[in-house]
C-alpha cells in the first residue's frame, strides 16, 4: 500500500520533472545487447536474458547534477519531498537542501536517495534507470572483455572492494578505467539502483536458490545454482531486493540509460 501511494504522489509531479531533456550524448556509452547470460533463472528466460541494444550513462550521476535537478525541480528539495518518496535521511549528508557542503563533493556520486527520486531524475533526462539485466550486461564486462564473469581474478578484484569499510569518503566518478563498453565505476565506488530492484529475490533458503517455483514475486528471479561461487552478484541482488522505494543508504546511487537511438 505505500509504494502504490508513492507512486501515485510520483505520477502527480512526474510531468513537471520531464522539462529537462538530455542533451548532451557524451554522457552515454552504446551497448550492442544480445543474448545474455543472466545469473538470475528467470523462469522463461533458462536459455538467456535478450538485452535490446541500449545506451548507458558512463558514470554515475553526481552530487553536483542533481544539484541541478533538486534546483530546476524543487518538489524534490530534501526539506520539500513527500515522505512517501523518500526517507528522512535522503540527501542528508548535503549540508542543507541546496548547498552541497564539504562532505559532499561535486563530484562525487549522489547517495542517499531514493528509487523514487532516481527514477524522477532520469525521466527529466529524457531517460530511465537501468533494468537489471541491462546493468547486469554491463557490469560483467572489464577493460578488454565483454564477459569477464568466468575470470576468478575478475570476481575478486570486485569482492576487494567490498571489503573496504563503508564510512570512507567516495572517490569522485571517472576514476577508474573505462570497461570495454566506455563505461566507468560500474563496480567499486557505489551500489546502483535498477528500475526493476523490487522485482529481484533471493530466497532465505539456499535450497531453493535456482528453483524459480519456489521464488516466485513479482516476477522476479532467483540466483542460480551454477552461478551460486559469484559472491559479488548475490550480494548485490540481496542488497536491492531488502530495499523499499523510499530507502536511502550512504553508498547507493544511480546512473541513467536509455533505449538506443
Request: charged share 25%; with cysteine; proline share 5%.
Amino acid at each position: 500500500m505505500r509504494r502504490a501511494a508513492a507512486l501515485l504522489v510520483l505520477a502527480s509531479i512526474l510531468p513537471a520533472a520531464t522539462t529537462m531533456a538530455a542533451t548532451q550524448d557524451d554522457g552515454y556509452a552504446a551497448l550492442p545487447g544480445g543474448t545474455f547470460r543472466s545469473v538470475l533463472a528467470y523462469e522463461d528466460a533458462k536459455d538467456g536474458v535478450r538485452v535490446a541494444p541500449f545506451e548507458l550513462m558512463r558514470t554515475p550521476v553526481t552530487n553536483a547534477q542533481f544539484l541541478a535537478f533538486v534546483e530546476t525541480h524543487p518538489q524534490w528539495r530534501r526539506d520539500r519531498v513527500s515522505g512517501v518518496l523518500a526517507e528522512e535521511r535522503y540527501l542528508s549528508h548535503w549540508q542543507d537542501a541546496t548547498h552541497l557542503g564539504p562532505v559532499a563533493l561535486p563530484d562525487q556520486p549522489v547517495v542517499w536517495v531514493s528509487w523514487f527520486a532516481a527514477s524522477a531524475y532520469c525521466e527529466s533526462q529524457g531517460a530511465r534507470l537501468p533494468r537489471w539485466s541491462e546493468w547486469e550486461y554491463a557490469a560483467a564486462a572489464d577493460e578488454t572483455r565483454r564477459d569477464a564473469r568466468a575470470d576468478p581474478a575478475w570476481r575478486d578484484r570486485i569482492l576487494a572492494w567490498y571489503s573496504h569499510p563503508s564510512n570512507e569518503a567516495l572517490a569522485r566518478v571517472g576514476q577508474q578505467p573505462p570497461d570495454v563498453w566506455g563505461v566507468r565505476d560500474l563496480h567499486g565506488l557505489v551500489w546502483e539502483w535498477t528500475d526493476d530492484y523490487s522485482s529481484l529475490l533471493v530466497s532465505a533458503d539456499n535450497r531453493d536458490q535456482g528453483d524459480a517455483d519456489k521464488a516466485k514475486f513479482c516476477g522476479a528471479g532467483a540466483l542460480s545454482m551454477k552461478d551460486r561461487e559469484n559472491y559479488a552478484v548475490l550480494m548485490r541482488v540481496a542488497m536491492l531486493s531488502a530495499l523499499g522505494g523510499a530507502d536511502a543508504t550512504a553508498n547507493l546511487g544511480f546512473r541513467c540509460a536509455r533505449n538506443a537511438r
